[in-house]
């Protein structure tokens, strides 16, 4: 129902943009955000937007540096990573639910995509 993308090797300081795209309409009515997880290591939560756009949140690590967007239109959410570090390296996954603080609690989560690889080599 989530189909995440975009992930790859980049070097620190560079950049990558993931894409979440979803055939479920529904999903336009519902926040989105990634989580991630990087080996060894409890899944966090990276970013998250409302349904409608206006609200987003960010985890202090990625403040600054990265940023969520989305296409209602096309039920499509966005992450545009900049300055990259390596420990930002980690399985990054979409996900959607009705609430926006669900998604920054990172658990009970109602729907999951397929991960994304991202690299960042130092």
């Known amino acids: 129902q989530l189909q995440a993308s975009g992930g790859g090797l980049v070097q620190a300081g560079g950049s990558l943009r993931l894409s979440c795209a979803t055939s479920e309409r529904t999903f336009g009515n519902y926040a989105m955000g990634w989580l991630r997880q990087a080996p060894g290591k409890e899944r966090e939560f990276v970013a998250a937007?409302?349904?409608?756009?206006?609200?987003?949140l960010y985890a202090d690590s990625v403040k600054g540096r990265f940023t969520i967007s989305r296409d209602n239109a096309k039920i499509t959410m966005n992450l545009q990573m900049n300055s990259l570090k390596p420990e930002d390296t980690a399985v990054y996954y979409c996900?959607?639910?009705?609430?926006?603080?669900?998604?920054?609690?990172?658990?009970?989560?109602?729907?999951w995509g397929r991960g994304t690889q991202v690299t960042v080599s130092s």
């Open positions: 937007i409302s349904w409608s756009g206006s609200d987003s």
């Open positions: 996900a959607t639910d009705l609430n926006l603080s669900t998604l920054r609690r990172g658990y009970g989560i109602r729907y």
